[in-house]
């Protein structure tokens, strides 16, 4: 059991940025492979991007060009850098982790992610 809580959700216009930032508590953070996943109003959940304990990144195709995922080991975080956003970007982001020793996910509440202009 570990604890995920997000922050730097909003509402911003097309091409403008947002860095949403996930920390864990609760266990080791160097055991977890790190992501986050977003879902739009009517769509499944989909990948966006997961950053492994040795810090090799995975993007969706649809954000690789724009968005940049990080973690920070010392504090437990994990960041998603969100340029130049898109209106099909809007949807609730959720932090994710991965205990690689027990293959145990967790799942952050979500930040609500809103491009409009």
């Known amino acids: 059991q570990v604890q995920l809580v997000e922050s730097g959700g909003g509402v911003v216009q097309p091409g403008g940025s947002l860095r949403l930032s996930c920390s864990l508590s609760?266990?080791?953070?160097?055991?977890?492979?790190m992501g986050w996943y977003r879902q739009a109003p009517g769509k499944q959940r989909q990948l966006v991007a997961t950053?492994?304990?040795?810090?090799?990144?995975n993007y969706a195709d649809s954000v690789k060009d724009r968005f940049a995922i990080s973690r920070d080991d010392a504090k437990k975080m994990v960041d998603l850098q969100m340029n130049n956003l898109k209106s099909d970007d809007t949807a609730v982001y959720y932090c994710?982790?991965?205990?690689?020793?027990?293959?145990?996910?967790?799942w952050g509440q979500g930040t609500q992610v809103t491009v409009a202009s």
């Open positions: 994710w982790a991965h205990n690689t020793f027990s293959a145990y996910d967790s």
């Open positions: 950053i492994r304990r040795d810090g090799i990144t």
């Open positions: 609760g266990n080791i953070f160097r055991q977890y492979t």
